[in-house]
């Protein structure tokens, strides 16, 4: 069994928002460098609905000039979601049902 990682945009006092909103102008050099480096470990990104939505918008205009483009746009997605029919941006999967059972499959 793979291991599940989570990567987070949270505040020290344990805010937890859209990277746009705050992250952007907050975050150094380094703390990108930290990102990227941490790339090359994850062979897939599990999304929920709002998230995918979000980036959907964003990251395939940015194509892969950059290492969060290129892994965004290129690594396989898994979408949790029980509104969505299809996903436009892909490689992508839609996760329905119990999300346990899901992701064992």
């Known amino acids: ?35 990227g480096a941490g790339l ?6 599990l999304l929920d609905r709002r998230t995918y939505l979000e980036f959907a918008e964003l990251w395939p ?7 969060m483009g290129a892994f965004l746009n290129n690594t396989p997605k898994y979408v949790v979601s029980r ?5 436009d941006w892909g490689p992508a999967t839609l996760l329905r049902g119990d999300l ?5 499959r």
């Open 61 to 67: 205009s940015q194509g892969s000039s950059t290492p």
């Open 1 to 35: 069994m793979r291991k599940t990682v989570t990567g987070l945009f949270m505040s020290l006092d344990g805010v937890v928002e859209s990277a746009t909103s705050w992250a952007g102008p907050t975050s150094t050099m380094s703390c990108f460098e930290w990102i």
């Open 40 to 45: 090359p470990l994850a062979d897939a990104i």
């Open 100 to 104: 346990g059972d899901e992701l064992a």
């Open 83 to 87: 509104t969505l029919d299809t996903l």
